[in-house]
């Protein structure tokens, strides 16, 4: 019997892992591993897919720039098979668990506006318990792929705020992570600026050029430092104020007219710590 014999194993090609065969878009690395962060996690998934098999598919995403197919998400699964010694991949290298396919149909033209990113945030955040330092870590990781999508964007998607995803950026710029940009691009589309500028008024005594024995008093325009203030929380809040008294419904007036305060007290502390 020859080490080539079909009826024995010795010899036998093995199937191959699949962090080996299938390439990984950066996109499914903004969350992290279980294996990384809990590896119990990863036990019991492996525990549920032994017993329930794998009902939700691993998703395959053919890279347009380089026509690679390649894994969008679904590390953990893959981790978790075969931590149990299921064939993920044969021997040829070819994956056979089960996936499905996003970003392009059956004829493989690309889906209009499909985002590998977007989709990877979407499908992770709600079936992850996600700490807020977790996700604030996505946000930056966001930032760095497409530093041209707004804070209000990137926070709609991390479900964190945009005041602290603008803090995120303003640190990420500082430490040249990121270009400093001035303009990004928000959820409708539209381009606006990246920091946004309020000018305060200064008032200062001078001496008169035409008479030196007078002193007068000039008023300034003077800017405050680039997003410092987000003057668009308090443009909302009044347009809400504005809203409800249309509607003459007092219990959410009253509401709007509370968020107002707050906004504007927020404006107020700001240009209070500044002079």
């Not at 990984?24 to 998934?45: G, N, T, V």
């Not at 964007?153 to 940009?181: F, N």
């Not at 008024?201 to 001496?207: A, G, I, L, N």
């Amino acid at each position: 019997m020859t080490d080539t014999d079909p009826t024995t194993d010795i010899g036998r090609e093995q199937p191959k892992r699949w962090r080996d065969v299938l390439p990984i878009h950066p996109a499914a690395e903004l969350f992290p591993l279980m294996s990384e962060c809990d590896p119990q996690a990863l036990r019991e998934l492996a525990d549920d897919i032994d017993k329930n098999d794998l009902h939700d598919p691993v998703v395959i995403y053919r890279d347009p720039e380089t026509g690679t197919d390649c894994l969008l998400d679904g590390r953990n699964r893959l981790d978790a098979m075969e931590l149990l010694g299921q064939g993920v991949c044969n021997e040829a290298g070819d994956l056979v668990a089960q996936a499905r396919r996003v970003g392009h149909d059956i004829a493989g033209s690309p889906w209009p506006n499909f985002d590998p990113y977007t989709y990877v945030v979407s499908q992770n955040l709600h079936r992850r318990h996600l700490t807020t330092e977790q996700r604030k870590e996505v946000a930056a990781k966001l930032l760095v792929t497409n530093p041209a999508q707004s804070n209000r964007l990137v926070a709609k998607a991390t479900g964190i705020d945009h005041k602290t995803v603008a803090a995120i950026r303003a640190e990420s710029e500082a430490t040249g992570e990121i270009p400093h940009l001035e303009k990004t691009t928000g959820t409708d589309g539209r381009a606006r600026p990246a920091h946004r500028t309020v000018h305060r008024p200064t008032v200062v005594q001078v001496v008169s050029p035409r008479a030196p024995d007078e002193i007068v008093t000039v008023t300034t325009v003077e800017p405050i430092p680039a997003a410092t203030i987000d003057i668009d929380d308090l443009r909302t809040a009044w347009s809400a104020v504005a809203l409800q008294a249309v509607a003459n419904n007092k219990t959410t007036l009253r509401g709007a007219l509370e968020n107002l305060i707050t906004e504007a007290s927020a404006v107020l502390k700001v240009l209070g710590g500044l002079q």
